[in-house]
């Protein structure tokens, strides 16, 4: 699920269908976990193996996408750019490995309600 696969699907959906009035568009990237939990988790990675590689990468392949849907609605695109939750790197450790459920991610903690939103200008 890394973005390489995630928009190489979507350009493909959408290059086989004409455009034939407005579309919703919504692409969930999670390069950033990784594929797997512990010291792999970044194995195999098409990026620097650290989160800051991850997130510079999916910054990258966002901007891959707004380009491409600036091109296909010949500039005249509402492009959102957010978050299903901010960063908080301690709450794994407060929690312990293997947990089902973080002990901070569901709840009205800063870390939540400070995410990124982002709303991409036209050409």
Known sequence: MYSDSVNQAVRA?????PLAGPEFVYVHYIAV?????????WQDAPFEGTYEGAARYVDRKIHELYDYFLARYAGRVLFVVT???????????????GSPWRARKNSLHEFNLRIPFYLLPSA
């Open 13 to 17: 959906y959408f290059d086989a269908r």
């Open 33 to 41: 976990h990784g594929r797997r939990e512990g010291p792999e988790r």
């Open 83 to 97: 978050s299903d939750h901010g960063q908080d790197f301690d709450d794994d450790l407060q929690v312990g490995e």
